[in-house]
């Protein structure tokens, strides 16, 4: 652990990351969770080897803040004696409830096995990026479709068979389709991708593929049913055969449509790194949050998030102790900077939800702060040039009825906009001028105004007050705001300084 990770790297337990409060280590359990006893203990580590604060990223993965080069070995010598194992090489990453869900497809933890295994033996461990990343998704009732991956896999049922759609660069709405094969083909696929990527670089992805490369991939032998149509549901991962035509070998780079959206709102959640990109009012509907309650195949699972996916260590070690209390035997970090509890009792549910709302947490998937996507900023990040979180809570607090699951407001420190690189319909960033106003852009846009960073909450509130008396009757926010123009909002953001 001599030499840290580069800024945009990632930041694993190894290979700490230099930020702006000390050293980051990131943790991916293999096992997806923790024992609560487990988490206690970590959150104990972090207060005597870091600052206090730790974080689940929207991808799922567990960090701790404000480490220095001596008690980061430290750190990781202790996770060592507490036998928590975590992944290193390429990201083959699962869905939280994987293996749990009634509702899934199937269990895509085999595969993803299988496809860690052929990554490790193909030799490209090495020869990969950091950011390089595969998506294993067995659908159900929380599915991976928000998060981006280089290559993603999705589990589709035909004549009570499984097969994988195979696809490229992007979430589930913006990746390119490539095949529905087998399991031993889907592998096959995603390696001889990886590979292709490998060649190009270390700072390749699959994004930066010819098109004659990803034909083919498309072109790859599929083990699909004659007979059977690429009409993927939606919501059931299911293939139809409601419109006549077949699939076959000859046949296999079938241009399939989103899959998997289901019902609910949902949090600010992955597209690139971190944070999701998507923009608002699409016509598909929001995957489902990680909050609430879901059925699995023990019992219950209770989801709640960390607000902006940053906590206190004290506030995390008392929920998991009240969550032992309570007979949970395990927390899953869950995409979309969230917890899912299990082994709890509906009773033991509401319980924990009243203790989990006392210490901060976002408890419900209509709270106003699922709605902001922000970055660390000053202090904890060094190229941070105002205080996100604070006024991201200033504004959740004080201009809830803004944040309605139209849109999104994007709380970037700096122009880089780590936590949302995607437009998002506002977008406060930081910079010498103070905080500027993007309207329907991204962090690195012209802003169209500008306030000082300790005052931007006002401005949104301006924004939020104009939208209360011009608003239509079932009007979304989004649309107001649409209506008014990015000249009217920027005045309104600017006004009274």
């Not at 993603?152 to 913006?174: K, Q």
């Not at 096959?188 to 990527?197: K, N, P, W, Y």
């Not at 083990?223 to 296999?252: K, W």
Request: charged share 20%.
């Amino acid at each position: 652990m001599n030499a840290f990770s580069r800024r945009g790297a990632c930041p694993a337990l190894s290979a700490p990351m230099q930020t702006g409060d000390g050293l980051l280590v990131r943790l991916n359990p293999v096992t997806g969770g923790l024992a609560p006893n487990l988490l206690i203990r970590l959150g104990e580590s972090a207060l005597r080897h870091g600052n206090g604060i730790m974080e689940v990223t929207a991808r799922g993965s567990l960090q701790i803040r404000g480490l220095t080069a001596e008690s980061a070995r430290l750190l990781a010598a202790e996770v060592d004696v507490l036998g928590i194992a975590v992944r290193s090489g390429v990201p083959v990453e699962t869905g939280p409830l994987a293996g749990i869900d009634p509702q899934e497809v199937a269990d895509p933890r085999p595969l993803a096995e299988r496809i860690r295994t052929a990554i490790e033996e193909a030799g490209l461990t090495g020869r990969l990026g950091p950011k390089v990343s595969v998506v294993v998704d067995g659908g159900g009732q929380l599915t991976m479709d928000t998060v981006a991956a280089d290559v993603r896999l999705r589990a589709v049922r035909a004549g009570g068979d499984t097969f994988w759609s195979v696809s490229v660069a992007g979430d589930a709405r913006s990746a390119k389709p490539l095949a529905t094969v087998d399991a031993g083909a889907a592998r096959d696929i995603a390696v001889a991708a990886l590979r292709m990527v490998a060649e190009k670089g270390g700072e390749a992805h699959t994004r930066d593929l010819s098109e004659r490369q990803l034909a083919s991939l498309a072109g790859w032998r599929s083990f699909a049913p004659p007979s059977v149509l690429p009409d993927i549901s939606p919501t059931g991962g299911e293939i139809s055969s409601s419109r006549g035509g077949s699939l076959s070998a000859a046949n296999s780079h079938i241009p399939t449509p989103a899959i998997g959206e289901n019902e609910g709102d949902s949090l600010i959640s992955p597209l690139v790194g971190e944070m999701s990109g998507r923009t608002e009012g699409g016509a598909v509907e929001r995957p489902r949050s990680p909050i609430g309650l879901f059925n699995v195949d023990e019992g219950t699972a209770f989801g709640i998030a960390l607000p902006f996916g940053s906590m206190p260590a004290q506030n995390l070690i008392e929920l998991a102790t009240k969550a032992a209390e309570l007979g949970s035997t395990e927390i899953r970090l869950a995409p979309g900077r969230a917890l899912l509890v299990l082994g709890l009792s509906p009773s033991a549910c509401a319980t924990l939800q009243s203790t989990a709302a006392t210490l901060g947490f976002v408890t419900s998937p209509a709270d106003p702060r699922t709605r902001i996507a922000a970055c660390p900023g000053t202090p904890a990040c060094a190229s941070g040039n105002i205080a996100t979180r604070t006024i991201a809570e200033t504004i959740a607090t004080e201009s809830p009825d803004l944040l309605d699951t139209s849109l999104t407001l994007h709380i970037s420190g700096c122009a880089k906009g780590c936590a949302h690189p995607g437009p998002a319909m506002l977008t406060l960033v930081g910079d010498e001028n103070g905080a500027g106003l993007v309207v329907d852009g991204t962090a690195k846009a012209l802003p169209a105004g500008y306030r000082p960073g300790y005052d931007a909450a006002r401005g949104i509130a301006g924004i939020a007050a104009a939208i209360h008396d011009a608003r239509h009757q079932g009007e979304t926010a989004a649309a107001c705001l649409t209506r008014l123009g990015a000249s009217g909002i920027a005045d309104l953001y600017r006004r009274n300084q």
